[in-house]
């Protein structure tokens, strides 16, 4: 299994406050983020899994978002977790 108990803890370690922090914006942000690149990698090699495909929209709507939400909250924290993760460009 690609996403593990050990390497969840570590994102939200390194993105949210605590490895007990699973719900905060910015961890939940990392862990979508994490998911989507390797599911993007796997599209690559796999064209025609179209459950896999609408799996990834979903999640970069979710993504989006919340990336909203957090704008509208705290733009400091919005700038710093999209340099952090290299979402915009």
Excluded: C, P
Excluded at 29 to 57: G, M, P, Q, V
Excluded at 69 to 76: F, M
């Amino acid at each position: 299994m690609y996403l593990t108990e050990n390497k969840k803890k570590k994102i939200f370690k390194t993105y949210g406050i605590s490895v007990l922090d699973t719900g905060s914006s910015q961890s939940q942000i990392a862990l979508f983020t994490y998911r989507i690149n390797h599911l993007s990698k796997y599209l690559k090699n796999n064209r025609k899994d179209f459950n896999t495909e609408r799996s990834l929209i979903r999640l970069v709507g979710k993504r989006k978002k919340l990336l909203k939400y957090i704008e509208k909250k705290d733009v400091n924290s919005y700038k710093k977790i999209i340099k952090i993760l290299g979402l915009r460009k």
